[in-house]
């Protein structure tokens, strides 16, 4: 299987650099469903209407995506963001609270960020969220799209929305699949969790009230976060993401996105309490992964009670959903899944002024938070 998909890789790439990023996908396709391809018909040129910017309403070709996981040139073509030329709309900004663009320096690294700043009060910030956005996407337009700035406002949280270097990948992915980017004390991993840490400092949040979540790859690098640094991370959102450890390189990349176990997860990739959006329509990353991730942070606990319950539709969430709780015994949260009916690779209850949203589904950015603050309000010595 292996040898089927280096060999379409092969042929993918270059219908890639031949602006066929269609027929890419068909080759790919073809190999991950283990039909060789035999033929590589020349297609129309892509087409550039970015109307329609939301995830949800366009599948992505998966050409668009072995560019990014390899650093070839930017692709623009139908439901994707241009890299260039035009800026992510700013997001909304409370009264009196601050929204700045700031430059992280490590010995890991360096990223631009923007840093949200709740209005003044007068007990200090009740928590520190990083947010990871997902490939194509910038530091604002995941603000935008999330709206996580709102959120933070009410519950006085500190937000830190991370940005990638499109020299480190060229359509802004999170480079969740490297084995340099998996491990503690070096990578990506390293360097985001330094971000968080000494941003926390300067505002004094409480070591335990550190989080992230992300889109996507984004939510793939929160869920590798949880693995490698739990004493600076006390939860983590995955929000379409896979499992920390899930691929080692490319080809087990594609699998993994598939859903057909490319991945060899570590038996010891276990994570810290973790909440879970998928969505059932999901084409880009198969919704199997999110049993992955809920596996990984049941992984070592004592014996889990689980509890399913039916979210109901509202007027303006007009999509179901099941949520499952997994608790420890003593009530403590480990794990929190939910299974969006319907949605495909999309932010849940997002602005649609921001890309590869879903307006409509349950708010993910308000129910991250809860969860967040559930597990910081538990006594877990």
């Not at 999170?174 to 990578?187: A, H």
């Not at 993994?256 to 959006?277: D, L, Y």
């Not at 480990?334 to 349950?362: K, M, R």
Request: aromatic fraction near 4%.
């Amino acid at each position: 299987m292996n040898e089927l998909i280096a060999a379409a890789m092969g042929r993918a790439l270059e219908q890639t650099r031949a602006g066929n990023p269609v027929e890419a996908t068909r080759v790919l396709q073809d190999a991950l469903n283990g039909v060789s391809s035999t033929s590589l018909e020349p297609l129309p040129a892509p087409s550039t209407n970015f109307g329609n910017r939301a995830m949800g309403k366009t599948r992505r070709p998966l050409g668009q995506v072995i560019d990014s996981l390899v650093n070839g040139n930017p692709l623009r073509t139908q439901g994707m963001m241009p890299l260039s030329g035009k800026r992510s709309k700013l997001p909304q900004v409370p009264e009196g609270a601050q929204y700045s663009t700031r430059r992280h320096e490590s010995a890991f690294g360096s990223r631009d960020y923007k840093l949200f700043v709740p209005s003044s009060r007068s007990e200090p910030a009740q928590g520190l969220v990083l947010m990871l956005h997902g490939c194509t996407q910038d530091a604002d337009d995941f603000a935008t799209g999330t709206q996580m700035n709102v959120h933070a406002e009410k519950h006085n949280l500190i937000v830190v929305y991370a940005e990638q270097n499109r020299q480190e990948n060229s359509l802004g992915c999170w480079n969740w699949f490297r084995p340099e980017d998996q491990s503690r004390g070096r990578g990506e991993p390293a360097l985001l969790a330094d971000l968080a840490t000494q941003v926390a400092g300067e505002h004094a949040v409480a070591t335990d009230r550190v989080f992230a979540a992300g889109l996507s790859a984004g939510a793939a690098m929160a869920a590798i976060l949880g693995s490698t640094h739990p004493e600076v991370f006390a939860a983590v959102g995955v929000h379409s993401g896979l499992a920390a450890g899930s691929a080692s390189d490319v080809v087990s990349a594609f699998a993994a996105m598939r859903g057909q176990g490319g991945g060899r997860r570590a038996s010891n990739a276990s994570s810290v309490p973790t909440i879970v959006f998928h969505g059932t329509a999901d084409t880009t990353v198969s919704p199997n992964n999110a049993g992955e991730v809920i596996d990984a942070a049941l992984s070592g606990s004592a014996t889990i009670l689980s509890e399913d319950k039916t979210v109901s539709a509202s007027a303006s969430n007009t999509v179901s959903a099941t949520r499952t709780l997994h608790r420890q015994t003593d009530g403590r949260m480990v794990a929190e899944n939910w299974t969006l009916d319907g949605i495909a690779h999309a932010w849940s209850g997002g602005s649609p002024e921001g890309t590869y949203t879903h307006p409509n589904g349950p708010d993910a950015s308000a129910e991250m938070i809860r969860f967040f603050l559930e597990v910081a309000s538990e006594d877990r010595t």
